[in-house]
């Protein structure tokens, strides 16, 4: 739960999210181009790339090869655990 | 001075003069034999003296691993204009052109990308 958070604190990590939501599999190439053109975050490729993988251990995205191309994908199942934890009642949540 | 000549670099040259032509619909301008490969160059047919592209081998042994690269994390090559990408982009996915990016607005700016069956991505843009 931790690394949930951790990886939700960037907002540059939550804009990938936002637009992952819109359309679910990109490449690094429109990742990079929807934040600077869309969110004005003019980050490095390098830079995106490393949010990428901050997303992918704390297991929000995942990435699949489809041929020569790399697609990115949402995986919105670890955010379950922050409705487990607060939103509903009686259920103990877990992690720190 | 002027941009005359860009240029894409393909595994095969009479592959991608079919690929560019008959796919995409630009013009041969200039087919000249040089040794083992051609000096190919094509037009648009919306302005037949504008730049040219030249179709360029990727013998060079730094060249493919670069494409290779770029391809992977979805990077095109170059980009080409169009006055309406939705209606390229319906077009082109009905003759089989595969795109790792359908139409997205990108502020001022739509964009897609396809896979030029010779190595590369190729961006298309309608301002």
Known sequence: MADLFEALVAPARRAILDEL????????????????????LNHTRQAISQHLDVLEAAGLISTRREGRYKFHDLNKAPLSAIVDRWL???????GS | MKIVVTSVLVDDQEKALRFYTEKLGFVKKHDVPMGEFRWLTLVSPENAEGTELLLEPDQ???????KQALVEDGIPYTSFG?????????????????FTQPPVAMGPVTTAVFDDTCGNLIQIAQQ
């Open chain 1, 21 to 40: 939501c819109e359309r679910d599999g990109q490449t690094l190439f429109e990742i990079c181009a929807r934040l600077a053109m869309k969110h004005g």
């Open chain 1, 88 to 94: 509903k009642p009686g259920r103990k949540g877990e």
């Open chain 2, 60 to 66: 060079h042994p730094a060249a493919r691993p670069f």
């Open chain 2, 82 to 98: 169009v006055a309406n990408i939705q209606a390229e982009y319906d077009r082109l996915c009905a003759a089989g052109v595969q």
